[in-house]
């Protein structure tokens, strides 16, 4: 599975977002929610977020309480596509709720920033994909383990069902395939 991962992640880093129906692209594959309810789109697989942080850091600084006690910690951010700066989304007892995070680490690489929490610099937001063999040896732990974070599965997104090529059809059946058979 990891090795699928890092393949994924290293195809779709220079991905940029495009408009399928304007610029004229058969697929996207993306994480996170529809960007346009045009677009239809396949569920391929499923992205749990986490926050996190090192053993050394909680015990420097101790864990958050709550998702706003996280505005006094020192946050990793990761900077992705056009999220606002700093600004981290929750989902606490069905409702939305959003806290400003400071810190004084940010980049927009994802293997920058999960290096900084493996050093004990902060919280950083990642998803399980990243975390699950560092979570696993103990290097990082999970923080608030009650509260949701928006999620981050992947999608395979087209513009029309009616006129799908059935090359994109297969290609998106193969990657659902694909990614089930080595995430099971």
Known sequence: MEEVVSSARAELKGLLRVNLVE????LD???GD??????????IMSNRRFLCASPGYLKQFGPPSSSSDLANHRCIIHRQNDDAYGIWHF?????????KVGGVLSSNDGDVVLGWALDGHGI????????????????????LKGVNLPRADLFAFYPSRKNLPAKVRTFIDFLASSLARSNG
């Open 23 to 26: 610029e004229q692209f058969d």
């Open 29 to 31: 594959i993306r994480f």
């Open 34 to 43: 529809l960007p346009d309810t045009r677009l239809n789109a396949r569920h």
């Open 91 to 99: 989902i606490k007892n069905r409702k939305s709720e959003t806290v």
């Open 124 to 143: 950083l937001m990642r998803s399980e994909w990243d975390l699950e063999k560092y979570l696993q040896t103990g290097r990082l732990q999970v923080v």
